[in-house]
């Protein structure tokens, strides 16, 4: 190992335990506050004799799987420590594996933010994570749970972030963003990051303040200038049809101009409706879309209303006049009875699709 490694792991090490032991002597004896840092101190005090201890015996040449595994432990449980310096961290990159190594270090950042630090106090540790092997992952899992303890603070540092690390960090923001508000927002608009990353995050927002049927992001984007609505409404009513499909449905209905894929959306919406009520679901793709586009939504509801009440399902395809949505529809029963293993019904339902064309298809996809 380089002599100046070592060097800097031992003023790091020795310098957290001077700084552990004077704390824990230096108030009277008795209180609870003196008892407390006794404690911490001894555990600290610990915790670097134990990580003394395995890099002197890897520095004597004991090197194996086994005591790696220990140093990666014990490197992860000293330097979690927010009080400690974090130089001499990267010594262990002299024993373990970039990819160990990487892991190590994003531990500790994920343990140092969920202890109370910002993303800004662990911006030196995340340099340490190795680039290449797994540094993508490891930079995505940091900012994922920086974002879900505070989003405000951690889009603040977006400008900071290297272009090459942004991709990941991006995606971590992505997958820990769990109190986004308005405000989160309208800040995300001014951080200084470049467009496309401000993009990618106010598409995960409005789709989150959807999944969480919050209507203030209705406000939100009515208020914006109709060409940065591009695509927005569509991942705002996806998210409410996961929530609140009840709800989705009107908001659906009230806004079909700034839908962009109004037929996806409506089946999402469909597979919600129809586990509630069936015939309020098929109402609502009568009144709502028009009916050149609704073949596949109404054949997405009888799907869905097969495995509640076939009976109900069958009967009310029946019913229906002449369609290519009554066609689908059918497949959708043939399909259902096939799978169920009833390939006599299944022949007989197959006789219905009047598109010969179509059921020829059916027949040859489903052996019959």
């Known amino acids: 190992m380089r002599a100046n490694s070592w060097l800097s792991l031992g003023v790091g090490l020795i310098f957290g335990l001077v700084a552990c032991d004077s704390k824990s002597t230096s108030d009277a004896a008795g209180s609870k506050l003196d008892r407390h840092n006794i404690e911490k101190s001894r555990k600290e005090s610990d915790a670097y004799q134990t990580l003394a201890t395995i890099l002197q015996q890897l520095r004597s040449g004991e090197i194996d799987d086994r005591l790696r595994g220990k140093l990666a432990r014990e490197l ?43 993303i800004e106090d662990v911006q030196a ?22 974002a879900s303890i505070d989003f405000n603070k951690t889009i603040s540092t977006l400008k900071q972030i290297p272009n090459e690390d942004l991709k990941s960090a991006t995606s971590g923001i992505e997958r820990g963003m769990s109190k986004i508000d308005i405000p989160s927002l309208q800040l995300l608009e001014t951080c200084g990051a470049d467009s496309e990353t401000i993009t990618t995050l106010r598409n995960a927002g409005v789709s989150y303040l959807g999944q969480q049927a919050n209507k203030a992001g209705v406000e939100y984007l009515q208020a914006m200038d109709p060409t940065g609505q591009k695509g927005l409404w569509d ?10 499909p009840v709800d989705a449905a009107p908001l ?62 069958s009967e009310y395809v029946n019913a229906m006049p002449l369609s290519k949505a009554r066609n689908l529809c059918v497949e ?9 293993g009833d390939k006599a019904s299944a022949r007989i339902w197959l006789t219905q ?9 059916v027949r040859r996809n489903l052996g019959l």
């Open 125 to 146: 540790i995340i340099g340490l994570i190795p680039y290449g092997g797994n540094r993508d992952s490891k930079m995505s899992q940091v900012y994922s749970v920086a």
């Open 332 to 340: 959708e029963i043939v399909s259902h009875l096939n799978s169920a």
């Open 252 to 313: 659906l209905s009230a806004n079909k101009d700034k839908i962009t894929n109004l037929v996806d959306i409506s089946r999402e919406i469909v597979d919600g409706l129809v586990k509630i009520n069936p015939n309020d679901a098929l109402k609502w793709i009568e009144n709502t879309i028009a009916e050149n586009q609704s073949e596949t939504v109404y054949a997405r509801a009888i799907n869905g209303w097969l495995n509640a009440d076939s009976v109900a399902a």
């Open 76 to 118: 992860t449980v000293y330097y979690s420590n927010a009080s400690v310096d974090i130089q001499g961290l990267d010594a262990g990159r002299e024993f373990l594996s970039a990819d160990a190594y990487a892991e190590t270090v994003a531990d500790v950042c994920k343990n140092r933010l969920q202890a109370g630090k910002s």
């Open 353 to 361: 699709i009047k598109d010969p064309k179509m059921a020829s298809e």
């Open 235 to 244: 991942v705002f009513v996806r998210g409410y049809a996961h929530s609140s």
